[in-house]
Structure formats: structure tokens, C-alpha cells
Nanobody, 118 residues
Framework: HVQLVESGGGSVQAGGSLGLSCAAS?????VSWFRRSPGKEREGIAK???????TYTDSVKGRFTISKDNAKNTLYLQMNSLKPEDTAVYYC????????????????WGQGTQVTVS
């Protein structure tokens, strides 16, 4: 069992930047970030699998950057040019398979952290 603990988040004005971190208790093949906006279902927005293959959903492409430090078992999400529609609870997620970008493929979840953009 892998435990995921997020940090970061908070409130920021539109156009600003924010960074999230997620410390994992062990290694997993695929790690990702999800978010759940008010009134919407949780959606995968970025993931890294294997040796660093990254994918992003279109709504964050070019603004968000996912990265990880394997030595620290820590996942990051750098969010730039934030918009009010980025307001959501952000979750880190992990899986032993390559399917950590979809809810059904996630084996481990973080507790979530609130990001508010005004």
C-alpha cells in the first residue's frame, strides 16, 4: 500500500502561479494529478508514467507542468497562468499500471488540497 500526502494549494489571483507537492511512501509506475471542480466529476489533468512520459489534458496543456523526483518519491504540479476555472480540489494519484490518468485505473489517492483562483 502506498500513501500519498499532498501539500501546497491555497488561494491565488487569476494569472498567478501555484505549486503542489505530493509525497509518496513508495514507488509506483504511474503518478498523476486529478481535480474536482464544483459541480463536476473528478478529472485527470496530468500524469507521468515510467521513465518520465508525460501527458496533459487540453485545458491545462502549456500552463501546468507535472514532474517528479524519484529519489524523494515526490510528485509536483507547477500551475502557471491560473484561471478561475482552475478552482478545484486537486488530488495526486498513483497506480502500478499505466492507467493512473483515469479514475478507474487509480490504486492510491491523496487526500486532496483546495486551489482557489479569483
Amino acid at each position: 500500500h502506498v500513501q500519498l500526502v499532498e501539500s501546497g494549494g491555497g488561494s491565488v489571483q487569476a494569472g498567478g502561479s501555484l505549486g503542489l507537492s505530493c509525497a509518496a511512501s513508495g514507488y509506483t509506475y504511474c503518478v498523476s494529478w486529478f481535480r474536482r471542480s464544483p459541480g463536476k466529476e473528478r478529472e485527470g489533468i496530468a500524469k507521468i508514467k515510467g521513465f518520465g512520459i508525460t501527458t496533459y489534458t487540453d485545458s491545462v496543456k502549456g500552463r501546468f507542468t507535472i514532474s517528479k523526483d524519484n529519489a524523494k518519491n515526490t510528485l509536483y504540479l507547477q500551475m502557471n497562468s491560473l484561471k478561475p476555472e482552475d478552482t478545484a480540489v486537486y488530488y495526486c494519484a498513483a497506480s502500478a499500471t499505466s492507467s493512473c490518468g483515469v479514475t478507474s485505473g487509480v490504486q492510491y489517492w491523496g487526500q486532496g488540497t483546495q486551489v482557489t483562483v479569483s
